[in-house]
T-cell receptor, first 112, second 115 residues
């Protein structure tokens, strides 16, 4: 089985721009979660999608949004980028809610 | 509510000696607990999981962890460290049974293995 695939792997954006990150979960997994990882804050939960519905959201501003498609693929969008949004964004998929999560390699976003 | 505390931010061992990475948790529900490993510039890999079956859990690469409810601990051990074990390790709790499923991560423990 193919693992979780995140694209692109690296991005450089300018302050004020917006960005869309993509995640393809493991086949058959319906739960997709997103995390932000920074040296200062560690790993922080962004949101979780299950069956195309956002089920849970972390403590992030409304500039961070996401969606899930009928094939369980997910995207997250960050609008009006700030320097502090520079981070590794990790996507994880799970077969069911509350079970172990399998992570992709991440997208390294740099905002300049 | 749930939280995880990894008691050491950095652990340094010599190759061939035992590894102990400590983790305490709190959870309002019966927890599922996990250990993940992250090598530099990589995603997270699941080492092992506890989901209310056996309290001693064996994982990949010779790692194991013991769930101790009375101590709210889930420490990760390995009898003999290998150079390839050098990485960052995360203890994670999931509130199974709660409606708001999410993984809560500890701050991580950086494991250094000296030759």
């Amino acid at each position: 089985k193919a693992g979780v695939t995140q694209t692109p792997r690296y991005l450089i954006k300018t302050r004020g721009q917006q960005v869309t990150l993509s995640c393809s979960p493991i086949s058959g997994h319906r739960s997709v979660s997103w995390y932000q990882q920074t040296p200062g804050q560690g790993l922080q939960f962004l949101f979780e999608y299950f069956s195309e519905t956002q089920r849970n959201k972390g403590n992030f501003p409304g500039r961070f949004s996401g969606r899930q498609f009928s094939n369980s693929r997910s995207e997250m969008n960050v609008s009006t980028l700030e320097l502090g949004d520079s981070a590794l964004y990790l996507c994880a998929s799970s077969p069911l809610r509350g079970t172990e999560a399998f992570f992709g390699q991440g997208t390294r976003l740099t905002v300049v | 509510a749930q939280s995880v505390t990894q008691l050491d931010s950095h652990v340094s061992v010599s190759e061939g000696t035992p590894v102990l990475l400590r983790c305490n948790y709190s959870s309002s529900y019966s927890p599922s607990l996990f250990w993940y490993v992250q090598h530099p510039n990589k995603g997270l890999q699941l080492l092992l999981k506890y989901t209310s079956a056996a309290t001693l859990v064996k994982g990949i690469n010779g790692f194991e962890a013991e769930f101790k409810k009375s101590e709210t601990s889930f420490h990760l051990t390995k009898p003999s460290a290998h150079m390839s074990d050098a990485a960052e390790y995360f203890c994670v709790v999931s509130a199974s049974g709660g409606s708001n499923y999410k993984l809560t991560f500890g701050k991580g423990t950086l494991l250094t293995v000296n030759p």
